[in-house]
């Protein structure tokens, strides 16, 4: 054997060696659990999982004969069994309330995401036997005189002269729409709302500007 075949020799074992020794390190190496090793974390994930999927199957279970929602004090699961409420409409509806409660179905127009033909899909479903007092202080502005037509409730817009139920709730629901009134003159763009109807309220409107 030639020195040079020696030395490919000796290159080609220490090549295989050096490769047992990466081989058996990798093989031999820590290997972090899955999950920790505190069994009580077992429990609690089993527990928050079990919970969500009871949660998620409650969702899906539709209305009995009868059965009928109370959106002041249902849960978001409970609220989102309703046709055509998911579980972010659900939530939106559970913020709504803590501000002002719903004291008839049309406040619902309020919250974003429900509109006339959804509340008239859920009129029948919801729950008003028992509604929570109003809360005055979101549409009204120091002068009880004058209501803000950009926070008040389709309830409280119904205080205002000439305003009954339906134009309270095409208030609500243009505002949602195309956004806050900033001038008297800009709720002629509500359907039923003319000169003369806004000559009636111009004293008793704030715009909370």
Do not use: K
């Amino acid at each position: 054997m030639t020195d040079d075949e020696r030395r490919a020799a000796l290159w080609a074992g220490a090549l295989l060696l050096l490769a047992s020794l990466v081989r058996l390190g990798w093989e031999v190496r820590p290997v972090p659990p899955l999950l920790p090793a505190d069994t009580t974390a077992y429990a609690e994930l089993i527990d928050e999982t079990r919970a969500a999927v009871d949660d998620e199957e409650r969702r899906r279970t539709p209305l009995g004969p009868g059965e009928r929602i109370d959106p002041n004090r249902g849960s978001e699961v409970e609220i989102a069994r309703l046709p055509g409420i998911g579980p972010a409409l659900a939530g939106r509806i559970v913020e709504a309330r803590a501000e002002a409660p719903f004291q008839r179905p049309e406040d619902l127009l309020e919250v974003p995401g429900v509109g006339p033909s959804t509340l008239e899909a859920i009129r029948l479903l919801l729950d008003f036997d028992d509604p929570p007092p109003p809360v005055r202080s979101a549409g009204f502005r120091g002068d009880p005189d004058r209501i803000d037509v950009n926070r008040a409730s389709a309830a409280e817009l119904e205080d205002l002269p000439g305003i009954g139920p339906a134009l309270a709730a095409r208030i609500v629901e243009d505002r949602g729409r195309e956004g806050p009134f900033r001038m008297p003159e800009d709720l002629l763009r509500v359907s039923g709302i003319g000169p003369s109807t806004l000559e009636r309220l111009r004293d008793h409107l704030d715009f909370g500007w």
